[in-house]
């Protein structure tokens, strides 16, 4: 299959926070933010497989500052790792507020994203193209979150299987 460069899917997300959006305390939901979030990365899994996908999982997730009703919410999405069924999205998300311009960073997401067939089983993704430096950089630093990833959920399913069997 033909290797694919991260700029073919890279794709950003603009939101503004309405009221709708917002907790108690006038703030982005932090629930929200994540289906943004989601969005904007399956956006990217999509446009790199050109095949259908699932979200597998999201990394751990800090929020660094609040984001306010009314601020714009910028989300960046690139992929960063595959592997033969799966690829590693990062998402960067800034928040400004509308009438000062000042930006902040809120947020850094990694999700992976499993490409699958009709029957919801996992199929070949096309690989990443390494062109630079620091596409390489950021392959070698997701190959050890893949690691990492994969031994948390084969402990979880270990888990699982233990639980449904001692009932
Ligand atoms: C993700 C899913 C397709 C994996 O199917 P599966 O038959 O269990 O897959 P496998 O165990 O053969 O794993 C295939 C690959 O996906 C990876 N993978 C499987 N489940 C994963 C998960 N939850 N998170 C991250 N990676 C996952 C495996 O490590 C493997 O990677 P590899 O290609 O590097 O070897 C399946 O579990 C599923 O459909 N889950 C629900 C997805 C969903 O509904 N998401 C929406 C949010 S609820």
């Known amino acids: 299959m033909e290797k694919k460069s991260w700029k073919e899917s890279y794709s950003e997300l603009q939101r503004i926070v309405l009221p709708g959006d917002t907790n108690v305390f006038d703030s982005l939901y932090g629930g929200r933010l994540v289906e943004w979030i989601d969005n904007v990365a399956s956006i990217v899994a999509m446009k790199h ?12 997730l800090f929020f660094l500052s609040p984001i306010r009703m009314g601020y714009i919410v910028y989300m960046k999405g690139r992929i960063n790792f595959t592997t033969r069924t799966t690829m590693e999205i990062e998402v960067d998300v800034e928040s400004e507020e509308g009438i000062t311009g000042t930006r ?12 699958i067939d009709a029957d919801g089983r996992p199929i070949e993704c096309p690989e990443l193209l390494l062109e630079t430096d620091d596409d390489k950089r950021r392959f070698e630093e997701a190959s050890v979150r893949s690691i990492n990833r994969k031994a948390l959920l084969n402990k979880i399913r270990d888990k699982v299987k ?5 009932d």
Do not use: C, P
């Not at 497989?49 to 751990?60: A, L």
């Not at 902040?104 to 490409?115: D, P």
């Open 49 to 60: 497989s050109r095949k259908r996908t699932v979200t597998g999982s999201i990394d751990n």
């Open 104 to 115: 902040r960073f809120t947020t850094k997401a990694y999700l992976t994203y499993v490409a």
């Open 162 to 166: 233990s639980e449904q069997g001692s």
